[in-house]
Every structure is written in structure tokens, then in C-alpha cells.
């Protein structure tokens, strides 16, 4: 079973600049998850999808952060304009609904200079 | 205020030994736990959970146990591999009876396993 897909893997970009990031997650998990990892310190919440409604989007800085999940597959985040403290590993993850194992793909490591 | 509490940055320990990871939490309404390893430049992986309803759980070398009067639990690790050496993540989901939702992660422990 292939797991969760995360596109790139790695972008270093200037500040102001736009980026976006791609997931594909496990086939059939209605639920997947949007994680910000800075160094040093545990995954945090961005934003959560089931299928292609938001859940939870409370810790989603909105002024600049985007994400949707149209089809209620593959999910795409976008940071527009990025800062410095943007810098961090960003994780998708997705779980089957009801079930509190998630599932994570790489991650993209974003630098921002 | 962190609800996840790691409060040991790193462990070392030698090869064939027990390796004890431990982990504290604030927020009583939690009534699952789950253990996630992390090799560098890849995602945590699920390792072991726990509900709240029981004390303890084994998965072969690794045993998770709870203490839900102290708001403690610990993942022990017998014997100790040098491919375990990883960052071991605690973790809760911050919605409660159903035991899913975002996972309240806490800073992590790096444990580092000699030969």
C-alpha cells in the first residue's frame, strides 16, 4: 500500500515570495492533516480536511497560509507572502475517519532567507 | 501551555539495554496516547498506542505503559537496537470520545542507542 505522497521535499525561497506545497494521501483515508514542525519542537496543527471540508483551521495563520483539498483527495498549502519564521518541515498526514492513528508522509523541508 | 510534556531533549543508552522514554501530560479529557518514531528527513511513523482504559500495552520489544492518576506515561524499549535510534514523539488527540482529531504532539526525546 503506497503511503502519504509530499511534493517537493525540499524549496528554499526568499522572504515575500510565494510557495506551494502538494499531498496525496493513503487511498481511502477520508481525513487528512496539515502539520508545521520547527526545529526542535513537536508537529503542530495547521489545518484539517474531511474529504474536502475543513474541520479545523484555528491555528491556520489565514493572512497568509491557504489550503484546499478540492476533490477531497490531494490537498495543496500555499504561504503567500512568506516569512522568515516560516521556516519549518511541513507534514501531511491522513487517517482513516474515527481512527486516531495518522499516517505521515516526508514532509517538505521550506527554507526562507 | 504545552499538554504534551517530553521533558528529556535526549537519552543515551547501550545496545541490549532498557531504554525508558517518558512523558507527561496536563489535560485530564485525554483518553488516548500514541508513540510516533522520527529517522531524520522522514515523517514520524506510528509505533504503539494506548487508550485510557488500560495500563498497559505491548507490541513486541516495546511496551507503552499509563498512569492516569499521575498523568504519566512511558514507552519502554527492551533490549535497546542501535536502530532504534530516533526521536521518539508523544502524542494525544485533542478531541476527546472519539480519540481522533489533530494529535497534540509533545517536543520530542532523541534516544541514542550505543554498541
Known amino acids: ?12 525561497i526568499e ?14 483515508h477520508a481525513t487528512l492533516y496539515w502539520y508545521q514542525q520547527i526545529l526542535g519542537q513537536g508537529p503542530k496543527l495547521l489545518i484539517q480536511f474531511q474529504n474536502n471540508g475543513v474541520v479545523d483551521d484555528s491555528q491556520l495563520p489565514k493572512d497568509r497560509f491557504s489550503a484546499e483539498r478540492l476533490k477531497g483527495v490531494d490537498s495543496t498549502l500555499k504561504i503567500q507572502p512568506a516569512k522568515l519564521e516560516d521556516s519549518a518541515v511541513y507534514l501531511c ?3 482513516l475517519v474515527g481512527s486516531p492513528e495518522q499516517y505521515f508522509g516526508p514532509g517538505t523541508r521550506l527554507t526562507v532567507t | 501551555d504545552q499538554q504534551v510534556k517530553q521533558n528529556s531533549p535526549s537519552l543515551s543508552v547501550q545496545e541490549g539495554r532498557i531504554s525508558i522514554l517518558n512523558c507527561d501530560y496536563t489535560n485530564s479529557m485525554f483518553d488516548y496516547f500514541l508513540w510516533y518514531k522520527k529517522y531524520p528527513a522522514e515523517g514520524p511513523t506510528f509505533l504503539i498506542s494506548i ?3 488500560k495500563d498497559k500495552n505491548e507490541d513486541g520489544r516495546f511496551t507503552v505503559f ?7 506515561l512511558s514507552l519502554h524499549i527492551v533490549p535497546s537496537q542501535p536502530g532504534d535510534s ?3 514523539f508523544c502524542a494525544a488527540p485533542g478531541q476527546y470520545g472519539g480519540s ?16
Do not use: D, M
Open chain 2, 86 to 88: 530516533a526521536v521518539y
Open chain 2, 66 to 72: 499509563l498512569n492516569k492518576s499521575a498523568k504519566h
Open chain 1, 93 to 95: 498526514a491522513s487517517s
Open chain 2, 100 to 115: 481522533q482529531g489533530n494529535l497534540i504532539f509533545g517536543k520530542g526525546t532523541k534516544l541514542s542507542v550505543k554498541p
Open chain 1, 15 to 28: 522572504k515575500r515570495q510565494s510557495v506551494a506545497f502538494w499531498c496525496n494521501p493513503i487511498s481511502g
Open chain 1, 1 to 12: 500500500e503506497a503511503g502519504v505522497a509530499q511534493s517537493p521535499r525540499y524549496k528554499i
Open chain 2, 51 to 53: 487508550s485510557s482504559i
